[in-house]
């Protein structure tokens, strides 16, 4: 097999910013492994991001038993946000590396409530109002 670069996870990132409480996010569920908060330019009402305590850079380093603690926490979220927003889909999407598109560097998921015939806002587009922000994870949070 080709041997690859390996890029360092980096703990300064901004997700690992907001799980040591050093930047704020509108939480929407935490437990022991993970936490799940909105994202701030959000492609849909209701955008939402599932993160695992633990930092990988994204799934190519990821622990696999952190990625099994991770992933139904975001089936339970999308669950919840495709109820809240009452969509006819969901989104749910992970970038690896720049060439993917990832701009964080701390392994995530985007849950995204899609309606039929809504098109998509553009990726890290615009900033939301937090007070939105706030009231759609207050409304992920009842469908839990
Ligand atoms: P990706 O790395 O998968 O391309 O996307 C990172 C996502 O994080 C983007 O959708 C962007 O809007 C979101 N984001 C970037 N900075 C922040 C932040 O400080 N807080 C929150 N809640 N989301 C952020």
């Given at each position: 097999m080709r041997e690859q670069p390996v890029t360092a996870y980096d703990?300064?990132?901004?997700?690992?910013k907001i799980l040591r409480g050093e930047i704020p996010c509108v939480k929407?569920?935490?437990d022991d492994h993970t936490l799940a908060f909105m994202d701030v330019m959000p492609q849909a009402p209701?955008?939402?991001l599932v993160i695992p305590k633990t930092g990988s850079r994204n799934i190519l380093d990821a622990d696999p038993d952190v990625l099994a603690k991770t992933i139904p926490v975001v089936q339970?979220?999308?669950?919840?946000?495709?109820?809240?927003?009452?969509?006819d889909g969901i989104y749910v999407a992970q970038f690896n590396e720049p060439a993917a598109g990832q701009t964080v560097f701390h392994l995530h998921f985007h849950i995204v409530?899609?309606?039929?015939?809504?098109?998509?806002?553009?990726?890290?587009?615009?900033?939301?109002?937090?007070e939105m922000l706030k009231a759609?994870?207050?409304?992920?949070?009842?469908?839990l």
């Open positions: 703990d300064n990132n901004i997700f690992a929407v569920y935490e209701g955008h939402l339970k979220l999308a669950v919840a946000a495709k109820e809240a927003f009452d969509a409530p899609r309606k039929d015939g809504e098109p998509l806002k553009p990726h890290s587009g615009a900033m939301a109002d937090v759609h994870a207050e409304k992920i949070k009842q469908a």
